[in-house]
């Protein structure tokens, strides 16, 4: 088995290059960093439409492991994206050597996005679906002040429920977990700990934002967890 592969996934209204302040630091310290963007978001948002949903994004990235024929990965997540590697995880397990959520938690067979964030989350982005998203996108200022590079989010892949096997194994794993937007702190203050408590992972709280891999001096703080991480 080779040397420890990051394969990174973006939150909503994001794209790849949101990993790259982090991805730079990996990568300088001799680590291959791969960033999916998911079907809809960035460079592929001509292919948004009402069908987007979790197991579309679920499929860009396990497809893209076993195309890539890759092993070794540390999987690595942020916001919604955490849904997404649970179940790419689940399709792919024998490529698998550690989950990371950054300010995000697993899913569990059968939840939702809904289940790990909490109702705040939920009446905020179902607010701005039914007021200014025809009720089937999540408008791209929602969440948090929009930047020119996130676009509207597909609300099915909030609400669609994640179809885990049976036999997906007990993953090792992180729970990273932000400070700051007071919107995800049901998610930081009674999901984190319980899932991170339910399958025996790490919790760690950065000082930060809720995009903690974008800004300094958070995103050097989640670079030394993740190098870390690749080195035991």
Known sequence: MGKPVFVMVHGTFQW??????????????????????????????HLLSKETGLLTHILDV???????????VILVA????????????????????????????????????IDGFGPEVYET???????????WV??????????????????????????????????SGTIIIGTEGEVFSHMRSVQAPARAEKRGWELITVEGPHQLMEVSPSKETVADILLDIAGN
């Open 138 to 171: 999540i408008p791209s200022d929602t969440l948090r002040d929009a930047k020119p590079t996130m676009r509207p989010h597909p609300w099915k892949s909030y609400i669609e429920r994640i179809d885990l096997p049976e036999d997906t194994p007990a993953f």
């Open 16 to 45: 790849a290059g949101q990993w790259e302040p982090l991805s730079t630091i990996l990568e300088d310290a001799g680590y291959e960093v791969i960033e999916a963007t998911l079907t809809g978001l960035g460079e592929k948002e």
């Open 78 to 113: 942020h916001s919604y994206g955490g849904q997404v590697i649970t179940g790419a995880a689940a399709h792919e397990p024998e490529r698998i050597k550690h989950l990371v959520y950054i300010d995000t938690v697993p899913l569990d067979h059968g939840e939702n996005l």
């Open 62 to 72: 396990s497809n893209m492991m076993s195309w890539r024929d890759l092993d070794n």
């Open 125 to 135: 982005a179902k607010t701005a679906v039914d007021a200014d998203g025809d009720g």
